[in-house]
């Protein structure tokens, strides 16, 4: 469903339309989970990363600006709360287990489609390795085809900032590959 599709359903949404919340959210919420799926690597928290993202849209629905592309607004939502999960995350951290190193669980996919070769899979692991303010810029540029002014607008930074971590990430995916023993496909 595009977003022309799904104006009509959150204009009902707006007035409180359960069912039609309910629409918008099967129409998105494969597009939200794989989103944050990229940037959080621990199941839960991507659940409830995901419940936040859909809490946080039905409350703020009435301030949805239909002039501008609703999955751009959506994605604002789900960078904005992934960031702010991170940095709670950081602070429970620091505070209740200074001496205790974190592990990551293994990563799961959800979606076997987006692993269909051995080179996406390799890319994707590269992207996972890059710091969380790299990986944000690649996941939003070229997952979710943003321009780097919009990225910008996303995640409510200078272009500028921007560009440098594109170009930043870009050149550590290629460090990265080329180590791996694989060709410099990273453009």
């Not at 919340?21 to 799926?37: E, G, I, S, W």
């Not at 940037?39 to 600006?65: A, G, P, T």
């Not at 710091?131 to 996303?154: G, P, Q, T, W």
């Amino acid at each position: 469903m595009n977003d022309k599709d799904l104006f009509q359903w959150l204009e009902k949404a707006a007035t409180g339309d359960e069912s039609a919340f309910q629409l918008v959210y099967q129409a998105t919420h494969q597009d939200v989970y794989r989103t944050v799926a990229f940037l959080v690597y621990n199941k839960q928290d991507i659940e409830d990363i995901v419940n936040e993202v859909y809490m946080h849209m039905w409350r703020s629905i009435d301030k949805y600006d239909h002039n501008r592309p609703f999955r751009f607004w959506l994605h604002g939502i789900t960078v904005r709360l992934v960031q702010d999960w991170k940095r709670k995350a950081w602070r429970r951290i620091r505070i209740f287990e200074r001496n205790r190193q974190l592990t990551c669980e293994q990563f799961e996919w959800t979606d076997k489609a987006v692993l269909q070769s051995e080179m996406q899979h390799e890319l994707f692991s590269l992207v996972r390795q890059l710091s969380y303010k790299l990986r944000v810029v690649v996941i939003l540029r070229y997952f979710h085809d943003y321009a780097l002014e919009e990225i910008a607008d996303i995640l409510q930074i200078p272009v500028g900032t921007v560009k440098s971590r594109h170009h930043l990430a870009i050149k550590e995916l290629r460090k990265r590959f080329e180590m791996t023993g694989g060709e410099s496909y990273v453009h």
